[in-house]
């Protein structure tokens, strides 16, 4: 049995002889999932270059746990389904690969080497980042591009299996064909798309050119990961009693119903407090599970592409910052903390809580006798002593204009 495998852009490829039959499989991962122009023409004219007219190609999804943010392995599927008829007929086939990304870089690359060999392969290609777990907190690269595939190619011997490299691969408009960056011929000006690229298109709808990916993939990928202004999305509110958050969120959500079309809900503290929490207290555990029940809530109808607009106090950063990452793997997610001096707070206060806090009557009240803590990140921060109702409603509609939740020609009339 022999078995070839190719990576191209984050991509894998594995090519497999039974009998005189060869097969190439390619596996996906990071956060290039959908299938390219390039990996279809890759090995197409990999099937000519072998000259091998029984040639076969068994393309092999990953199915396994990735990083935070993949898209799905279900949208993958689709894609490999969509592209498989423009495969040559009756020489690929598709099977999926139950295999959990460790993105380990040079070891992983390692690692998968062994598996093809104990597969029973006998040449593996690599090729740029493989496996590569992309930059740390400073913005700097864990691996170089290549390190991964020369740690590899270091060990053939020691590993029992060939390793063929590939080169990143760009495209010549003017020759409607893929060129390895280093063979590009003299005079031609390559395209490429970067990953980053491609998901900043999905989300602002922009479009995505034929030569990167077939048009029927694109619209798939397109249905998974709808453009912003087809997501759904939370306004999460978060400040202290009398800092504005019911009176600012009720009139935001006239306004959102003037120039969009999203179902919109209101999880206000007070009510959701009376209904989705009636049985709970005010200690620190039972604050937070009350936040993180908002959240989920909030989850389930940006999930649906609905709109929510929560106005708790969410005194707690570690309540919030759960929220934020359970509701932003479904859609948009926006922190507004109103904050809003506690001396203008008091001053609001209609239903007296803060002098009976200060009087010693009311215990646990935010601010007082129980701590706010204050949002390390928040995508607005708005002190309504200062900015008017519909200033604040500005702001924030403006700042979904911005990131493309909004039109922005409906916010201007």
């Known amino acids: 049995k022999q078995w070839y495998q190719r990576r191209v852009h984050g991509k894998q490829w594995y090519q497999r002889r039974v009998h005189g039959k060869q097969w190439y499989q ?3 991962h990071g956060k290039q999932w959908y299938q390219r122009r390039v990996t279809w023409e890759a090995v197409v ?25 993949d898209i799905d392995h ?18 690929a086939e598709l099977s999926v690969f139950p295999l959990a990304m460790r993105m380990g870089g040079p070891r992983e690359a390692i690692w998968h080497a062994i598996i093809r060999k104990n597969h029973g392969a006998t040449h593996f290609i690599a090729g740029r980042d493989h496996a590569g777990p992309g930059s740390n907190s400073a ?28 080169e990143m691969q760009v495209y010549s408009e003017e020759h409607d064909r893929f060129y390895s960056v280093n063979e590009v011929p003299e005079g031609v000006s390559p395209k490429k798309l970067s990953g980053t690229e491609v998901r900043k298109r999905l989300a602002t709808g922009e479009d995505i050119p034929e030569w990167f990916s077939f048009g029927p993939v694109v619209n798939i990928l397109r249905k998974a990961n709808p453009p912003h202004s087809k997501k759904g999305f939370t306004i999460f509110f978060t400040g202290l009693s009398g800092s504005g958050k019911t009176t600012v969120a009720n009139a935001l959500q006239e306004k959102l119903m003037e120039i969009q079309d999203r179902a919109i809900t209101m999880l206000d503290g007070d009510i959701v407090r009376q209904l989705l929490s009636s049985g709970l207290g005010f200690s620190r555990d039972d604050r937070q599970l009350n936040i993180k029940r908002i959240g989920y ?29 359970t509701v932003s793997q479904e859609g948009g997610f926006f922190l507004v903390h109103l904050q809003t001096p506690l001396e203008t707070c008091e001053e609001r206060d209609r239903k007296g809580l803060y002098k009976k806090a200060r009087e ?5 009240m935010t601010g007082i006798d129980d701590p706010y803590e204050i949002p ?16 604040s409603v500005d702001t924030i509609v403006s700042y979904l204009a911005e990131n493309g939740y909004v039109e922005g020609e409906a916010v201007a009339r």
Request: with cysteine; proline share 6%.
């Open 297 to 325: 809530v909030s989850s389930l109808i940006t999930k649906s592409g609905g709109a929510v607009i929560a106005a708790p106090i969410a005194p707690h950063e570690e309540a919030r910052a759960w929220v934020r990452e």
């Open 74 to 91: 279900h949208t993958r599927v689709k894609c490999y389904k969509e592209i498989m008829p423009k495969y040559p007929e009756g020489r």
């Open 360 to 364: 010693g009557i009311l215990k646990g």
């Open 376 to 391: 390390e990140v928040a995508e607005l921060r708005i002190d309504t002593a200062t900015s008017s109702i519909a200033q």
């Open 139 to 166: 913005g700097v690269d864990f691996y170089g591009p290549y390190d991964a595939r020369d740690a590899v190619k270091g060990v053939e011997d020691e590993l029992g299996i060939q390793i063929l490299s590939y």
């Open 26 to 28: 390619r596996r996906v």
């Open 45 to 69: 004219s990999t099937q000519s270059t072998w000259g091998a007219e029984d040639m076969k190609i068994l393309v092999h999804p990953v199915v396994g746990m990735t990083k935070p943010g």
